[in-house]
């Protein structure tokens, strides 16, 4: 199937057909043998723009974004000052206008500050372009706020997505809680902290009718509690991670604890991984997010106490998942497209996740047998916290394309 695409859109959908190319002063894009998708949409990364410009920015991350096969992506509203109300929502749009490679979208606050005390300015926000709130980073661990903003958000169509924790039950804790922390001598975060918060973000989804994401999510039991609150009408939709999908609490082990395997939700054991994985085949997971968390390396190079959560993922999700789930776990390429790039755009009701006439022209394409190393050195995000660095995957992006603009390019999609 060729594309045509002009003026930003795709003009036309239709069978190739020898000796007919573009326009005269268009161009080609021979993409045989590869995955044309639609714009891939990360619908929970973290910019670091305004406040933490040493780790990321909107220019630097919407590269990384772009170098990573995304179209479009989601940013989290843990900035420095948090996105509570329409100035910094302003800002990032602006900002994003003039710097960004990608379409950027922003996710407001649910309570100022991301204290959980009272509701930031969602109606502002709203009106001045954020698509979601979340207090992400935190939970919203107050049911009456939480109760509040499902209501509220109704006014709106616009979901709200919860990183779903008991800081009680999790407090102090570094790793999954469980047999290797046991043995690694590091304080554990035990899956029920995740669990119980599911639980009651579902029960206050369910008075509500509220439409609940929950981002993130990383074991058996919150997988099935997502599964069960469905069939039974709840409006509640979850993303994975790379990370959760191929790693457990064993990496931390293997890598001699290197501070670049904390992350929270910590990695799980190999029954939440084959859960995950469960989920993503059965569609009760909904998308594929890559959590991109940005920090210094100086604050990484610490004890694994010490270290902040969190690992960058927009430039190693796609070969990731197409390596390690398509190849080798049995994920349709179809799936992939509805996980990264269709329902991601459908829960934050963005025009996004289609190739079909009309639409903007976002457009990724992959290389399904394109081998390369993971080298963090080369990367375009500010920061190198991966634990990935050096393997060898199957499946990169070759090109981005952004409203009919090409913001990267790998060669091999011209020599190969």
Known sequence: MDLLIVDGRIAERRVPEKGRGAAPDGRVIDATGHWVCPGLVDMHVHLREPGQEHKESIESGTRAAAAGGFTSVACMPNTDPWNDGLSVTEYIVAEARRKGMVNVFPIGCVSKGGLGVELAEIGDMVRSGAVAVSDDGRPVGNSHLLRMALEYTKIFGIPLIDHCEDANLSASG??????????????????????????????????????????????????????????????????????????????????????????????????DRQALLQGLLDGTIDAIASDHAPHHADEKLV??????????????????????????????????????????????????????????????????????????????????????????LRGWPVATVVGGRVVHELQPVASR
């Open 174 to 271: 570094v790793m999954n809680e469980g047999f290797v922390s046991t043995l690694l001598g590091l304080k554990g975060i035990p899956g029920a902290s995740e669990e119980v918060a599911v639980a009651t973000d579902l029960a206050v989804a369910a008075m509500t009718g509220g439409r609940l994401h929950v981002a993130h999510i990383s074991t058996r039991g919150s997988l099935e509690k997502v599964r069960r609150a469905r069939q039974e009408g709840v409006a509640v939709t979850c993303e994975a991670t790379p990370h959760h999908l191929v790693l457990t609490d064993q990496s931390v082990a293997d890598s001699r604890y290197d501070p670049n395997t904390k992350m929270n939700p910590p990695l799980r054991s190999e029954e």
């Open 303 to 392: 004890e694994y106490d010490e270290a902040p959560f969190g690992i960058i993922g927009l430039e190693t999700t796609v070969p990731l998942i197409v390596d390690r789930c398509v190849r080798k776990g049995g994920l349709a390429p179809a799936r992939f497209v509805e996980l990264l790039s269709r329902n991601p755009a459908r829960i934050l009701g963005i025009k996004k996740g289609t190739l079909a006439v009309g639409a903007d022209a976002d457009v990724t394409i992959i290389d399904p047998e394109l081998e390369r190393m993971v080298d963090v050195s080369q990367f375009k995000s500010k920061s190198r916290n991966s634990p990935f660095h050096g393997w060898t």
